[in-house]
């Protein structure tokens, strides 16, 4: 064999990852089908790493903002992807943007510049069955290639439409509003406090709310998605809504057995939220995946009796995607458990965006290099942007719900010591301390 590690997917991930291997003396073949006579119906061109909707690679604040600090601690390990940002940069205020071919062709520039990499333009529609490999074909993936990827991990289906709930920060919840129960008081199986945080609605709230939901701004449907189903059981909470007024009253809003102690009785309707991550610092809206507009689940949402200081790690969302439920199928190393020589790596493991992608991939080039190479592995420390990510995708998250994520503060170990104003800047200073000592 030619190559010690065959990349799949010549995006995002795929490109950082064959930058950090190649870099290492590692000899790559890294296949990407545009530019062999198949491309998506989401891309443009043939470029690697092509840019497919924004040309933002989000904040670059790397003070107070998650993003920000994902961008330090990749350019610390020396990423393509940040270097070729870096020289295809526009105008953004304090976010990092850049001109979307003059990008691209600096990142085919510099893995160009590698002797043992070489890219092959070719469509990949099985799993290799020998050596090591590392699949980074994204949201995209290619039916065939995501129909054998399905068998190898037992996903029964990976290209669907991925109706997202929002996921909002504990410590916005007002408590004095809503309280922890779970249904009728059983009790947690994970022993100490009840699951649920519960936030009461009487009727007239009620009725408002439904209303809202059947008013409010939808996004519509590309070209390219009409035709992907989803799933009953992740049905938009406005197309329940539709079906009747107390369609939700009979299903995720249901108030049955839910005691509030301020009453003593049970509201008319509820919404429940469910912890999200093992740290309890982010809890999902259970049931409430949605295809509103971003602003308007933001005012909508935050009309919720103890939700009118939410703040959203994530909001809710609908689009095609292909990703595989990693905290289940993968080990701490990216590496499928029925197979270890294959790494996943890039929004396939279920992160979500450019950078955290290309984070990930960052990720699974280093740990290849480092099995290949005979040295140990230590993954970056989980208070790291890096260490979180890759935490939580391997582990972390509840994979009973795992959806797509992005970066943010919430996946962090918590510093309760701290100040909430104080908070985001003190998770940069000891993420930048911690992560200079793991890269010495």
């Given amino acids: 064999m030619a190559y010690q ?11 950082e990852a064959a930058w950090q291997l190649a870099r290492r003396g590692i000899r790559v073949r890294l296949s990407e089908m545009r530019g062999s006579g198949d491309t998506t119906a989401a891309h443009q061109g043939t470029g690697l790493a092509e840019l497919v909707c924004s040309n933002s690679f ?59 990499l070489t890219v092959v333009r070719e469509r990949v529609d099985a799993i290799p069955a020998e050596g090591h490999a590392i699949i980074a074909t994204g949201p995209l993936t290619a039916p065939s290639l995501a129909q054998a ?5 037992g996903e029964d289906a ?16 007002d408590m ?14 994970f022993g100490g406090e009840a699951d649920y945080i519960n936030c009461p609605m009487d009727r007239d709230q009620y009725r408002a709310f439904h209303q809202g939901l059947l008013d409010g701004e939808k996004t519509e449907f590309r070209e390219w998605e009409a035709n992907t189903p989803y799933f009953e059981g992740c049905m938009p909470i406005e197309v329940m809504a539709a079906r009747g007024e107390d369609t939700l009253r009979f299903g995720p809003m249901k108030p049955v057995g839910l005691d509030n102690p301020r009453t003593g009785r049970w509201p008319y309707a509820v919404v429940q939220l469910r912890q999200d991550n093992t740290l309890g610092t982010l809890w999902n809206m259970v049931g409430f995946q949605t295809k509103l507009k971003h602003a308007e689940q933001v005012r909508l949402f935050r009309t919720i009796p103890g939700l009118e200081r939410a703040e959203f ?46 984070a990930i991939g960052l990720l699974a080039g280093l740990m290849t290099a480092a099995e290949l190479t005979g040295r140990e592995w230590t993954a970056p420390p989980r208070t790291t942007a890096l260490g979180a990510l890759l935490s939580h995708v391997t582990g972390d998250a509840v994979a009973e719900t795992f959806q797509p994520m992005n970066i943010n503060f919430g996946l962090f170990p918590t510093l309760a010591d701290v100040k909430k104003k104080q908070r985001k800047e003190a998770y940069t200073e000891r993420a930048k301390a911690d992560l200079a000592a793991w890269l010495s």
């Fill in 176 to 189: 004095d509003i809503c309280w922890k129960a779970s249904r009728w008081d059983k009790p947690s199986k």
């Fill in 5 to 15: 590690v065959h990349i799949i997917g010549g995006g995002m991930a795929g490109s």
């Fill in 58 to 116: 989000r904040s670059d604040d790397d003070v107070s903002n998650a993003v920000g600090l994902l961008h330090h601690e990749m350019r610390a390990c020396d990423s393509v992807i940040m270097a070729a940002a870096a020289r295809a940069q526009v105008p953004a205020g304090s976010a990092l943007a850049v001109d979307r071919d003059a990008f691209s062709a600096a990142v085919e520039a510099m893995l160009a510049s590698l002797p043992n």
């Fill in 149 to 153: 990827i399905g068998q190898a991990t």
């Fill in 158 to 173: 990976l290209a669907f439409f991925d109706a997202i709930a929002p996921i909002v920060h504990h410590d916005s919840i």
């Fill in 313 to 358: 790690a994530r909001l809710g969302g609908l689009h095609r995607n292909t990703f595989i439920q990693s905290p289940r199928v993968l080990d701490r190393q990216l590496r499928l458990l029925r197979d270890p020589r294959l790494r996943f790596a890039g929004q396939i493991t279920g992160c979500e965006g450019y950078v955290e992608s290309a």
